[in-house]
């Protein structure tokens, strides 16, 4: 079997190595921290637990705690800190000048942590001395690192190899100022709590108060990741409204990315965007709605109980199915038929489509795959009607339909509603049948066999190409990701109040 | 109990059966509900059934309209007649025979729309109004028999579920009485309301008796007593006894009626 | 009473009037309505499998010709010493014309028009490097003849499982009708014949143009380092943060802030946590790009709302009894609720957390942005640290791979990846369904 060269990996490894020595070593005293802890708690009443003010076990715990909570935290701390600080000093030494035309000064950073990996890279796969990291010219660098397997694009001025030195000097000093830091609040921890470790420590008290701080802080991981992708999105999007002016972005009818990747001549609206996402997810609404609300009025009216037991858990399988399995089934299978049907010398002769790819084909997979999405939630929503409405009408002498037509479904209109919302936004975030489905060029055309491309699709190969991170083709893709992140966030927030309200009517 | 029933029978000779069941069993899977019933129901009369909880009442009750037909796991066998008509012939469509044959539910269970549309449901389905006028008219009507129009006369238009109990329930009363039945069936009609609403009720129902055949399942000694004619008396899915209202109440030929209206057994 | 009433009053139940008729007519008509919806949504599905078997599982077999290849010492080790860094010195193109030659030989009987330098394109671009392998590991065989069982080219393997037909071949410059014709002479000597593919299921993936080659075990691997990850995080964060919301949180701001929180993240598209793992992972902490902690992480983050959602239902369904009972045995509130109430959960939370896991298995979007897509998965992690930090790609990652390949022959690897990916997620769920039953309690 041949083995291909591995791309050869930045500094990174190294340095995680480091990391992962620094919380062994945390961990290390925690485990010891416990047992010594118990001990000397057990020591201190002569053995016999019943002089504790508590188990012996939390004495341990509580020292574990000490040891090991702060230091992590620090860790973490660090572990943001350190990069942002070395940033900043670094990108101060780059005078404004050495910025060229078309770059930026986040371009250049890029390009200075890059020779500052591969140096690092360099020197640890022995290809040089770290003395001779150090006296390398700017020259040499561009040749050296590629003998790691480090590209470097432009050539490296005398700027970014200064900075690089001191990008790598700074980073060499932190790393080390880290473990001493980290394993130094390792042993304060430890110690403390093990001198206060006698028998009228109230251990229990104390580390149920840990616990619940850690449990407050894993529940507040909600709020960080909500923080986090607002953050990261509103950050980038500002930077990309820096380079590429916002009104184009929202009202240009055009989308055109050069390729070239360092900017100049890109048309990035995002209009034929949502216009390609809306009719997408249109066209899934128009295959879903109908074939799950029905589904759902079968199975919760009509069904026997057999037939329920059987074709509810047939359609939760097609929930369950990967959207990755759509995206091929897209590509795959439905393109090429209906391309059979409604191509060039296709069945009806019409030459409506010209290739596999098409809204056509992404809508009417994607509405396959939110009919158990439609049906589930419509099902909730009609069981939650009250018997009573069913028998009220069906003592009146309506029929079945009639009752579910006129009494059950207006009841649960809202509800219903609510569910389309979701599904909705479902459709408009959906990424997999898209790409795979959908086309990449974008297009406002009415055809829905054309192919069009989505704001989903369109991230993803915004980001995935060999774009600059910092150029405004792949930057743009987060100016999207906010505009998703907003219409999904609204479609949501919208429906589940809907239906918390529908709820609540019939408590 | 045959010769009980022969002896109903004669006695109803003066006025018309207009339901007659005759050996009806019925069972919810293994359940045996209702035990070999046998009654006679007279037209332009209030009907009571009486009995403790469990007893049968409502399944019985709901065998009148085939409403049981909407339980999966309910069967029913014997042989129950409207108008000498055997409802549970296969020719016989449920929901026909519903419009003929009325429902009010123990809780009121006013459609989410308004009281209008409420009271015109029956009717649109069924098709009895030819114009709009006509709906009006019959919407007025029942409302007015229903005994609440003056109540509500000034906001058709408002949802049914805001009105208070004991006119929610009118209107389910005016509701089925739209369609026009000739029987009605009502099962506890007055548990979730106050003696106010209940008395306003129970005076509907006695002008009722003009025009229809009324049943009533009602765990209220007293409201049989004020309301109806005749008092069933269930019992563990039998019917135990079935008379006069005041012969039941005054004088009970079955130990089992006895010891249940002086309040033993129950 | 009116005439309406009066007329109605003389009819007979047993005659269905005209009205009663079209009614039931609509009725029927509803009622088909959804029976149509049902079936239709059945047959999607059967589609959706029987595309899914059709297509993929032809990827489980794979074509080899048998050839036994004389290797001769005068090519492979010139000195004649042996030495391995002399054997190691011949190239795989010093290999391509013995196999040829072997090749030439084991079809000597039979009759084409192939010149002997054309026959080779029936084997798989991978062959001298399979038996350039074999001598290294063995140099001791030098100068024997050895049988081997090389992979056939793509083309081949596609015309015994009938993916490729004779007419596709007229714009093919790699193999000829009349290979077809050896073939299928060959196929009747039994040197050449489809075996169960175990390299597609344990094997790395391989350049776009040995689709023959490409297998899924790599990626598996990178699938089950991005699993650990998510069930090391988010079945303990999960587990704290719902402890911490259903049996300690205070009515407040805060609390709330954080439930409107995770049940809007439930509802985030997927592609925006791929884009939160690039920011925060790649572009701010620096992680290596294309690693499995980077998509454990980023889908620890995706799947812990599910986790958390389906905790505070098992958590909820313990009745409140058994908490009054520890707190009357003196037992503090946190001991109650982990001695006690967190046990009776843990089925439930198992199984929450187990569909949580087969979500996040399936998922690809978020992969996408981490750059799991583009790397090409043909090494094996070395250990458990390079398991987590050197790039790889995941199942989804790969079958996506496969399917934006130019060479329809991938296809039917994606098709077949899809097979063992849903066999991963039926495996998952069945698992959740008999804790579910097993375990299920009724208070
Ligand atoms: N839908 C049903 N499924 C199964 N069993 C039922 C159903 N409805 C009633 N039963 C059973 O049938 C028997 C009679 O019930 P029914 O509701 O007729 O009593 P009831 O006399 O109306 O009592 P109550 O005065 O409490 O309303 C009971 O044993 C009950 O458990
Ligand atoms: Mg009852």
Not at chain 1, 257 to 267: I, L, Y
Not at chain 2, 49 to 63: A, N, Q, V
Not at chain 3, 427 to 436: E, F, G, K, P, S
Request: net charge negative.
């Amino acid at each position: 079997m041949i083995r291909q060269v591995r791309v050869a990996q930045s500094g990174m490894a190294g340095d995680q190595m480091s990391n992962a020595m620094i919380l062994l070593i945390v961990l290390g005293l925690g485990a010891v921290g416990y047992f010594l802890g118990r001990r000397r708690a057990l020591a201190k009443v002569g053995g016999d637990p019943r002089g504790l003010h508590s188990l012996p076990r939390y004495y341990g715990a509580n020292v574990a705690m000490n040891a090991v909570v702060p230091a992590l935290v620090l860790l973490v701390g660090w572990l943001i800190i350190q990069p942002i600080v070395i940033n900043s000093a670094v990108s101060g030494m780059i005078p404004e000048s050495a910025v060229s035309e078309g770059s930026s000064i986040s371009l250049l950073m890029s390009d200075v942590r890059r020779v500052a990996d591969g140096l690092d890279a360099a020197v640890s796969q022995g290809v040089m001395t770290e003395a001779e990291a150090l006296r390398l010219d700017e020259d040499a660098v561009k040749e050296a690192l590629a003998g790691v397997g480090v590209a470097l694009g432009a050539d490296v001025t005398a700027e970014t190899l200064a900075a690089a030195q001191r990008y790598r000097e700074m980073a060499g000093t932190g790393n080390v100022l880290k473990a001493i830091v980290i394993i130094g609040a390792a042993l304060i921890g430890f110690a403390v709590a093990f001198g206060r470790t006698t028998p009228d420590f109230r251990a229990r008290n104390v580390v149920e108060r840990g616990v619940m701080m850690v449990l407050i802080a894993a529940a507040s991981i909600a709020i960080l990741t909500t923080l986090g992708i607002v953050l990261s999105l509103i950050f980038n999007t500002v930077e990309f409204f820096r380079l590429y002016p916002a009104s184009q972005f929202f009202f240009s009818l055009s989308w055109n990315p050069s390729f070239s990747g360092r900017g100049g001549g890109s048309e990035l609206g995002i209009l034929p965007l949502l216009w390609g996402t809306l009719y997408i997810s249109f066209i899934a609404l128009l295959v879903a709605v109908p074939i799950g609300l029905f589904a759902a009025i079968y199975l919760s009216e009509y069904a026997s109980k057999s037939v329920r037991s059987v074709a509810k858990p047939l359609l939760e399988l097609l929930a369950g199915i990967p959207t990755i399995v759509y995206g091929l089934f897209a590509l795959l299978t439905v393109g090429p038929l209906l391309v059979q049907v409604f191509g060039d010398d296709g069945a009806l002769g019409v030459d409506w489509m010209q290739g596999g790819t098409a809204v056509m084909t992404a809508g009417l997979v994607m509405g396959i795959m939110l009919i158990p999405f439609v049906s589930s939630l419509s099902d909730d929503i009609i069981n939650a009607v009250p018997q009573a409405m069913r028998d009220g009408s069906l003592g009146l002498g309506a029929t079945h339909s009639e009752t579910v037509r006129q009494v059950i479904l207006p009841a649960a209109l809202p509800g219903i509603v609510g569910a389309i919302l979701l599904a909705a936004s479902r459709a408009i975030g959906e990424t997999m049948i898209v790409v795979l489905g959908a086309g990449a060029a974008a297009r406002l055309s009415m055809n829905p066999f054309d192919a069009m491309t989505t704001v989903t699709a369109k991230i993803v190969s915004q980001l995935t190409g060999d774009s600059d991170f910092a150029s405004p083709e792949a930057l743009v893709a987060f100016a999207l990701g906010i505009s998703l992140f907003v219409i999904t966030l609204g479609l949501n927030v919208i429906a589940m109040m809907i239906v918390r309200k529908y709820r609540e009517q019939y408590e | 109990m045959e010769d009980m029933i022969q002896m109903d029978r004669a006695m109803s000779t003066q006025q018309d059966i207009k339901i007659r069941a005759n050996g009806v069993q019925v069972y919810y899977g293994e359940n045996h509900a209702i035990k070999d019933v046998s009654v006679e129901i007279q037209d332009k009369t209030v009907t009571a059934f009486i009995g403790p909880s469990g007893c049968g009442k409502s399944t019985f009750l709901r065998c009148i309209n085939r409403m049981n037909d909407t339980i999966d796991i309910c069967r029913v066998t014997g042989d129950i007649r409207i108008d000498d008509e055997d409802i549970y012939d296969p020719r016989v469509d449920p929901v026909q025979l519903r419009a003929k044959v009325g429902m009010v539910f123990q809780k009121p269970n006013p459609f989410p729309k308004s009281i209008y549309d409420n009271v015109a449901y029956g009717p649109k389905i069924h098709g009895l109004a030819a114009s709009k006028a006509d709906l009006d008219e019959i919407v007025e009507k029942a409302l007015r028999r229903g005994a609440i129009w003056d109540e509500v006369k000034d906001r058709l238009h408002a949802p049914g579920t805001g009105l208070s109990g004991g006119q929610q329930q009118r209107l389910c009363i005016a509701r089925a009485i739209a369609t026009e039945p000739e029987v009605l069936l009502m099962d506890e009609p007055c548990s979730a309301l106050d003696p106010i609403a209940t008395a306003q009720v129970e005076e509907l129902i006695d002008e009722l008796r003009q025009n229809y055949s009324v049943v009533i399942v009602t765990h209220s000694m007293q409201q049989a007593a004020r309301v109806s004619q005749r008092t069933a008396f269930f019992h563990l899915g039998n019917l135990v006894e079935y008379a006069d209202t005041d012969k039941i109440f005054t004088n009970p030929e079955d130990p089992r009626t006895e010891s249940y209206i002086s309040g033993r057994i129950g | 009473m009116t005439d309406a009433s009066l007329h109605k009053k003389g009819k007979s139940l047993l005659a269905l009037d005209a009205r009663t008729k079209k009614r039931n007519a609509a009725e029927a008509r509803f009622k088909g309505y959804g029976i149509a919806a049902i079936a239709v949504s059945l047959f999607f599905l059967v589609a959706l499998l029987v595309t899914i078997i059709s297509n993929g599982v032809p990827a489980f077999t794979q074509t080899y010709v048998n050839v036994a290849v004389t290797l001769d010492a005068a090519k492979l080790d010139k000195n004649g010493n042996r030495d391995i860094d002399d054997i190691k010195k011949v190239s795989t193109f010093g290999y391509k014309p013995l196999i040829n030659a072997a090749l030439v030989d084991a079809v000597a009987g039979i009759e084409t028009e192939l010149s002997d330098k054309d026959v080779g394109k029936i084997l798989s671009a991978s062959a001298p490097a399979v038996v350039r392998d074999y001598v290294i590991a063995n140099p001791d065989q030098i100068g024997e003849t050895v049988a081997f069982r090389l992979l056939t080219s793509s083309r081949v393997d596609g015309y015994m499982k009938g993916r490729v037909v004779r007419e596709d071949l007229a714009r093919d410059k790699n193999l000829d009708a009349a290979h077809l014709d050896l073939i299928d002479v060959m196929v009747g000597q039994g040197s050449v014949e489809r075996v169960f593919n175990w390299d597609f299921v344990l094997g790395a993936d391989a350049s776009e143009s040995r689709p023959e080659q490409a297998g899924i075990g790599v990626s598996m691997l990178g699938s089950f380092f991005m699993m650990l990850v998510v069930l090391i995080l988010a079945l303990p964060i999960g587990v704290a943060a719902s402890i911490y919301l259903e049996e300690f949180a205070p009515q407040n701001r805060f609390t709330d802030l954080i439930e409107v929180n995770i049940s809007n993240l439930a509802a985030v598209p997927s592609i925006v946590f791929g884009i939160l793992g690039l920011a925060v992972f790649i572009q701010f902490a620096h992680l290596p790009q294309s690693a499995p902690i980077v998509g454990g992480l980023t889908l620890t983050l995706m799947t812990l709302p599910t986790i958390v959602i389906s905790t505070r239902a098992s958590l909820k369904s313990v009745p409140p009894s058994i908490r009054d009972a520890a707190l009357g045995v003196g037992a503090s509130k946190m001991q109650a609720v982990f001695h006690h109430v967190l046990p009776l959960a843990m089925p439930g939370i198992l199984t929450g957390t187990i569909i949580g896991l087969a979500q996040a298995l399936g998922e690809t979007a978020p992969l996408l942005l981490i750059g799991m897509v583009g790397y090409i998965a043909t090494n094996y992690p070395d250990g458990v640290a390079s398991g987590f930090l050197d790039p790889n790609s995941a199942m989804p990652a790969q079958i996506y791979e496969w399917a934006k390949r130019a060479d329809p022959a991938f296809y039917e690897r994606a098709w077949g990846g899809i097979i063992v990916l849903l066999l991963f997620l039926l495996t998952m769920n069945l698992i959740a369904i008999i804790l579910r039953r097993r375990f299920e309690r009724r208070w």
